[in-house]
């Protein structure tokens, strides 16, 4: 690589961009139904996520909480903060997914952020830890309405009852083939976050899983 | 489907997780001064019990993190699950005795 780059970061050429689902959008605006078993899918594209990677109580999980924003949840299942804003979901015992639906993805707020690991002063404690931009990773896709739960469940591995899975509760699993976290943000509104490029096939087996609810509302 | 108890996610559906075989198999020290056949018997022969057996399994999708756990090869019930580097819990209480343990166990790849 011997182009010299300049040190400052170019602006993405934000409108090239297309999101995963992109192709999808008319399928799901075709699969959304009304009615009293109402059920909606869209995605929401380029949320920004932010991949962590620390022990929670360690000197790195305190600094990236600190300038990240938000606590790391304690256990399986947790998310912390705002549903509709930045969230961060429980991933396994040492890997955090922190997500903000309300914005979409900046360029270099990665790298801004795991500078904070960066203190290596002596007396500056253990900072092994990690945080890395993975908005690219996953899309979001948002299921909402009274039926919902009744779609998801058709494929999802985890109970989904609001007793075993209350608001609030994210968990990594699987849904039909695929593997996605499953957020239940509100009552009736659950995220789901399969890997970009699972993002097709998982709205077309959702938009199947809805066919039932268009015809209760015919 | 087996419902397997993930020591950091709790009871998960099988199809979450993935087979890693037999745990407590170690690398050899010299690998070089093994035998052509020492190296085959660590690389491809490994026990089949039947009864309780140690394997490793991963939590695929969900934590992706490892470890062991101790199943019976006959009832398939999980009789322990512990982490990875722990020596494997004592399950001879827990598991019924009256599984045959004169298998074959052949040639100890260690």
Redesign the interface.
């Known amino acids: 690589m011997a182009d010299s780059h300049t040190p400052t970061p170019r602006p993405e050429p934000v409108h090239l961009r297309r999101s995963p689902a992109h192709d999808m959008r008319a399928a799901m605006e075709q699969a959304c139904t009304a009615g009293p078993h109402r059920v909606a899918l869209r995605e929401i594209p380029f949320v920004a996520q932010l991949g962590i990677r620390a022990v929670p109580g360690e000197e790195a999980a305190a600094r990236i909480e600190r300038v990240v924003g938000v606590t790391l949840p304690a256990a399986?299942g947790t998310t912390s903060g705002d549903p509709d804003g930045l969230h961060c979901v429980w991933?396994?015992?040492d890997?955090f997914l922190t997500i903000d639906v309300s914005r979409t993805h900046v360029q270099g707020e990665a790298e801004a952020a795991a500078a904070v690991l960066d203190d290596d002063r002596p007396g500056a404690g253990r900072t092994a830890g990690q945080v890395v931009d993975l908005s690219g990773n996953r899309t979001v896709l948002e299921l909402t309405g009274p039926s919902a739960r009744a779609v998801l469940e058709k494929g999802c591995?985890?109970d989904l009852h609001p007793r075993e899975f209350p608001v609030g509760c994210a968990?990594?699993?699987?849904v039909g083939p695929v593997?996605m976290i499953v957020h239940r943000a509100h009552e009736e509104t659950f995220r789901l976050l399969p890997r970009s490029s699972f993002a097709q096939y998982t709205v077309r087996w959702l938009c199947d899983a809805m066919l039932e609810f268009r015809a209760l509302s015919a | 489907m087996l419902l397997i108890d993930c020591p950091?996610?709790?009871p998960?559906?099988e199809?979450?997780f993935h087979y890693g075989g037999q745990a407590h198999v170690p690398y050899p020290v010299d690998p070089y001064a093994l035998s052509d056949r020492a190296w085959a018997e660590f690389l491809f022969y490994r026990d089949n019990p039947r009864g309780p057996f140690a394997e490793r399994w991963v939590h695929?999708?969900?934590?992706?993190?490892w470890f062991n756990a101790i199943r019976d090869t006959v009832t398939y019930e999980f009789l322990a699950v512990y982490p990875m580097g722990s020596p494997p819990p004592n399950t001879s209480t827990a598991s019924p005795p009256a599984h045959d343990s004169a298998h074959d166990s052949g040639s100890d790849p260690s």
């Open positions: 399986v991933i396994g015992p890997e591995h985890v968990v990594s699993t699987l593997p | 950091h996610c709790g998960r559906d199809v979450e695929a999708v969900g934590c992706r993190k």
